[in-house]
């Protein structure tokens, strides 16, 4: 399995970005899926994470209110919509999923490449 994060960029302080995270490979189900961030020198954070059918969402205190997590199953895509960006959130953002391949009872985790947000303020 793939995980190939997309939609980071440079927007101004205020601004609206929206991230994507898509799944490839075959004869896999992914189950909770979360976006992470990590910012120069600082470690690696949970931004918001989101439940197998998408009922269930949580988020860091510090984007409450602001950034809101989804996905399409049906797409194998994750997404992070981020409104009123600030400074601070300037990071690199990784998406995490956990897989299971169908006849394995394992459950896996993978990460993607990460994409860079960078808030001009």
């Known amino acids: 399995v793939q995980l190939v994060e997309s939609g980071g960029g440079l927007v101004q302080a205020g601004g609206s970005l929206r991230l994507s995270c898509a799944a490839s490979g075959s004869t896999f189900s992914i189950f909770a899926m979360g976006w992470y961030r990590q910012a120069p020198g600082k470690q690696r954070e949970l931004v918001a994470g989101?439940?197998?059918?998408?009922?269930?969402?949580n988020y860091a205190d510090s984007v409450k209110g602001r950034f809101t997590i989804s996905r399409d199953n049906a797409k194998n895509t994750m997404y992070l919509q981020m409104n009123s960006l600030k400074s601070e959130a300037t990071a690199v953002y990784y998406c995490n999923a956990k897989i299971d391949y169908w006849g394995d009872p394992g459950l896996y985790e993978y990460w993607g490449q990460g994409t860079q947000v960078t808030v001009s303020s």
């Open positions: 989101i439940t197998e059918g998408g009922g269930r969402t």
